[in-house]
């Protein structure tokens, strides 16, 4: 048997043993997958499966990938690659309810046609008019198409969420009904001030693109069925009956989006009788307590590192106001679809909000302050007469405030008896799925767009991500409770760490030495041309003894600091070319060593034991 494992037929025979293994093995075991990545990156979750699952129609996706056009872009056709097996994973989870096609589209063909027809955007390459597509389109039979114009780098971790929610939106193309509910004219009014009609708000404008709207009165005592998100907008004093409403449809399955308020500087009410001023508050104290939240009574949010600036009236300096916000990226969830890719936020008097001891449900902050913050007593903002007054008393507690959350998982109803007439509604649910934020005017005009009149259209030019944050929440609140499940993933990239320290190190004292340099040439010049001056213009300058050693002086001292950042270069290369060879010692050298020392232990062993 030996001799015939060593002969040239016995290697003949295991080559072509192995062949045959591998045919087999791609025909047979193809379905086979081991995810053996840190974060799952090519598993599709319980949520995803559940999508595919509820598939009643086959779905027609088509991946379309310029694949020789990306050839030079080696981070590009890796995430491609992820797209093309996360697309797979889908096609074998939807066990036949989804055919997927990949397209090469090349320049001038069918495909390329067809692409742009689905709505697809051609990445330009050059200045040549070379194209890549990147992108994926689907629709379900003979209807409309709906695509991912391009997949982004930058938002490879919301991967599978924009999968599925394509998937979702074509098995169920109706758009979701929007139910509000509003104590602030979002729809346009009269203003009291101005004794004119008003014009809807333009958030409003945005939401009536992308949703059917269907508005609600203050005293209702039940929400539709065919509401499938309700937009709850600064509810002030509603009756027993529309909270019991409230609680009701949230218990259901029913998604919200609650805007409250401690200090609304938009709501311009009339106060009621006996008032001296009207209320600018709006809360839900009943049921956030059954939801496991509370927002802080009478309690807003002042922060020195996000104060906005605001102008004080033509010809005055721009004021920082520490209660008129402006959130950077930093102060939002980049791991929430809601709010992940915002650049800009603004709020003013916003609240706090906090999670209850001992609830159940999950509070996940959306919108948080810096830790240069400090609560303020929503009253100081009615007297204020200067906002400079509020950066001079702001004493920093070191601690971060939520002015945004998401609440989900279990709950229980805040009538625990029901109300008069209505004794048998739910009582609990397993999971609820609801956006607070504590902030009414962020929705408002003048905290995000500026909106010009062009031939008797309303043109909006934003200014903050104030409506795309309240689009994001409502277009996740509208999907299914799977797809809601469906959140940010990691990265396929894993970045060099320790590579990215050294070069960190190396560029700070790097630029440290090269300010020095400047510094020390700008200084040099100077002298240079204060000894050069002359008193007759038209005479060329001649260099005195003294001016001749000084610059003799200076070009040495350029060439010994130059000399220095070289050797600051060099020992950055050194350091990483010496972290290169360390690891190609233990990968090349030390492995093979330590398995050829293992065979050969094992092999004495064996001898030993015969």
């Given at each position: 048997m030996k001799k015939l494992m060593y002969s040239s037929a016995g290697l003949l025979v295991i080559a072509l043993a192995f062949l045959a293994f591998n045919m087999l093995a791609r025909v047979g075991l193809s379905d086979w997958r081991l995810d053996l990545t840190e974060q799952k990156l090519y598993t599709i979750s319980a949520g995803t499966e559940k999508v595919l699952a509820e598939i009643e129609q086959p779905v027609e996706l088509y991946f379309f990938y310029s694949d020789q056009a990306s050839k030079d872009l080696p981070s590009l056709r890796n995430y491609a690659k992820r797209v093309e097996e996360m697309l797979k994973a889908y096609e074998r989870a939807a066990e036949g309810k989804l055919k997927l096609h990949i397209v090469d589209p090349q320049p001038f063909s069918a495909e390329e046609d067809q692409a742009a027809e689905f709505g697809l955007q051609a990445i330009p390459l050059n200045a040549g008019g070379d194209k890549l597509y990147f992108g994926l389109a689907g629709r379900v039979g003979d209807g409309v198409p709906q695509a991912i114009p391009v997949f982004a780098l930058d938002q490879e971790e919301f991967l599978e969420y924009d999968l599925s929610r394509l998937v979702q939106s074509l098995a169920k193309p109706e758009r979701p009904v929007i139910g509000v509910l509003s104590g602030l004219p979002l729809n346009g009014g009269f203003d009291m001030q101005t004794r004119q009609p008003s014009r809807p708000w333009m958030v409003m404008e945005e939401i009536r693109q992308q949703f059917q709207i269907e508005s609600l009165k203050a005293g209702i005592d039940q929400i539709p069925e065919k509401v499938s998100v309700l937009l709850l907008v600064h509810p002030k004093d509603l009756p027993e009956q529309s909270l019991y409403a409230i609680d009701q449809f949230v218990l259901r399955g029913g998604k919200l989006l609650a805007f409250v308020d401690p200090y609304s500087e938009i709501d311009s009410g009339m106060p009621m009788p006996g008032e001296e001023a009207a209320s600018k508050t709006s809360d839900l104290p009943a049921l956030f307590k059954a939801w496991g939240v509370q927002l802080l009574p009478d309690q807003v949010v002042t922060d020195g590192a996000y104060a906005m600036a605001l102008s004080m009236g033509e010809g005055q300096r721009a004021v920082r106001h520490a209660a008129f916000l402006s959130l950077p990226r930093a102060a939002l969830d980049q791991s929430d679809v809601s709010t992940a890719g915002l650049e800009t936020?603004?709020?003013?008097?916003?609240?706090?909000?906090?999670?209850?001891?001992?609830?159940?449900s999950r509070f996940t902050p959306l919108l948080q302050s810096s830790v240069y913050a400090m609560p303020v007593d929503s009253k100081r903002l009615a007297l204020l007469q200067n906002p400079e007054e509020l950066i001079r008393e702001l004493q920093p507690t070191g601690q971060r405030y939520?002015?945004?959350?998401?609440?989900?998982?279990?709950?229980?109803?805040?009538?625990?008896?029901?109300?008069?007439?209505?004794?048998?509604?739910?009582?609990?649910?397993?999971?609820?799925?609801?956006?607070?934020?504590?902030?009414?005017?962020?929705?408002?005009?003048?905290?995000?767009?500026?909106?010009?009149?062009?031939?008797?259209?309303?043109m909006p030019q934003p200014w903050a991500d104030n409506a795309s944050f309240t689009i994001n929440a409502l277009d996740n609140l509208s999907g299914s409770?799977?797809?809601?499940?469906?959140?940010?993933?990691?990265?396929?990239?894993?970045?060099?760490?320790?590579?990215?320290?050294?070069?960190r190190t190396a560029e700070v004292k790097f630029r440290e030495q090269e300010a020095?340099?400047?510094?020390?040439?700008?200084?040099?010049?100077?002298?240079?041309?204060?000894?050069?001056?002359?008193?007759?213009?038209?005479?060329?300058?001649?260099?005195?003894?003294?001016?001749?050693?000084?610059?003799?002086?200076?070009?040495?001292?350029?060439?010994?600091?130059?000399?220095?950042?070289?050797?600051?270069?060099?020992?950055?290369?050194?350091?990483?070319?010496?972290?290169?060879?360390?690891?190609?010692?233990?990968?090349?050298?030390?492995?093979?060593?330590?398995?050829?020392?293992?065979?050969?232990?094992?092999?004495f062993w064996r001898r030993r034991k015969r």
């Amino acid at each position: 048997m030996k001799k015939l494992m060593y002969s040239s037929a016995g290697l003949l025979v295991i080559a072509l043993a192995f062949l045959a293994f591998n045919m087999l093995a791609r025909v047979g075991l193809s379905d086979w997958r081991l995810d053996l990545t840190e974060q799952k990156l090519y598993t599709i979750s319980a949520g995803t499966e559940k999508v595919l699952a509820e598939i009643e129609q086959p779905v027609e996706l088509y991946f379309f990938y310029s694949d020789q056009a990306s050839k030079d872009l080696p981070s590009l056709r890796n995430y491609a690659k992820r797209v093309e097996e996360m697309l797979k994973a889908y096609e074998r989870a939807a066990e036949g309810k989804l055919k997927l096609h990949i397209v090469d589209p090349q320049p001038f063909s069918a495909e390329e046609d067809q692409a742009a027809e689905f709505g697809l955007q051609a990445i330009p390459l050059n200045a040549g008019g070379d194209k890549l597509y990147f992108g994926l389109a689907g629709r379900v039979g003979d209807g409309v198409p709906q695509a991912i114009p391009v997949f982004a780098l930058d938002q490879e971790e919301f991967l599978e969420y924009d999968l599925s929610r394509l998937v979702q939106s074509l098995a169920k193309p109706e758009r979701p009904v929007i139910g509000v509910l509003s104590g602030l004219p979002l729809n346009g009014g009269f203003d009291m001030q101005t004794r004119q009609p008003s014009r809807p708000w333009m958030v409003m404008e945005e939401i009536r693109q992308q949703f059917q709207i269907e508005s609600l009165k203050a005293g209702i005592d039940q929400i539709p069925e065919k509401v499938s998100v309700l937009l709850l907008v600064h509810p002030k004093d509603l009756p027993e009956q529309s909270l019991y409403a409230i609680d009701q449809f949230v218990l259901r399955g029913g998604k919200l989006l609650a805007f409250v308020d401690p200090y609304s500087e938009i709501d311009s009410g009339m106060p009621m009788p006996g008032e001296e001023a009207a209320s600018k508050t709006s809360d839900l104290p009943a049921l956030f307590k059954a939801w496991g939240v509370q927002l802080l009574p009478d309690q807003v949010v002042t922060d020195g590192a996000y104060a906005m600036a605001l102008s004080m009236g033509e010809g005055q300096r721009a004021v920082r106001h520490a209660a008129f916000l402006s959130l950077p990226r930093a102060a939002l969830d980049q791991s929430d679809v809601s709010t992940a890719g915002l650049e800009t936020l603004t709020l003013a008097s916003a609240g706090i909000l906090e999670p209850l001891a001992g609830a159940k449900s999950r509070f996940t902050p959306l919108l948080q302050s810096s830790v240069y913050a400090m609560p303020v007593d929503s009253k100081r903002l009615a007297l204020l007469q200067n906002p400079e007054e509020l950066i001079r008393e702001l004493q920093p507690t070191g601690q971060r405030y939520a002015m945004a959350a998401r609440i989900s998982g279990p709950a229980e109803t805040a009538f625990a008896n029901g109300i008069e007439g209505r004794k048998d509604g739910l009582k609990s649910a397993d999971n609820i799925n609801v956006i607070v934020v504590a902030d009414t005017d962020l929705l408002s005009d003048r905290m995000w767009v500026q909106v010009q009149d062009f031939f008797g259209q309303r043109m909006p030019q934003p200014w903050a991500d104030n409506a795309s944050f309240t689009i994001n929440a409502l277009d996740n609140l509208s999907g299914s409770d799977a797809l809601i499940s469906v959140r940010s993933r990691g990265r396929f990239s894993r970045p060099f760490e320790v590579v990215d320290a050294l070069q960190r190190t190396a560029e700070v004292k790097f630029r440290e030495q090269e300010a020095e340099l400047q510094q020390r040439l700008a200084a040099t010049e100077q002298q240079l041309a204060s000894l050069q001056q002359s008193d007759d213009p038209a005479q060329s300058p001649q260099l005195t003894p003294e001016q001749q050693a000084t610059l003799q002086q200076f070009m040495a001292e350029k060439v010994r600091i130059r000399k220095e950042l070289r050797d600051v270069r060099f020992q950055l290369n050194a350091d990483i070319d010496a972290l290169g060879r360390s690891l190609k010692l233990v990968n090349i050298a030390l492995v093979p060593v330590l398995l050829t020392v293992g065979v050969l232990l094992l092999w004495f062993w064996r001898r030993r034991k015969r």
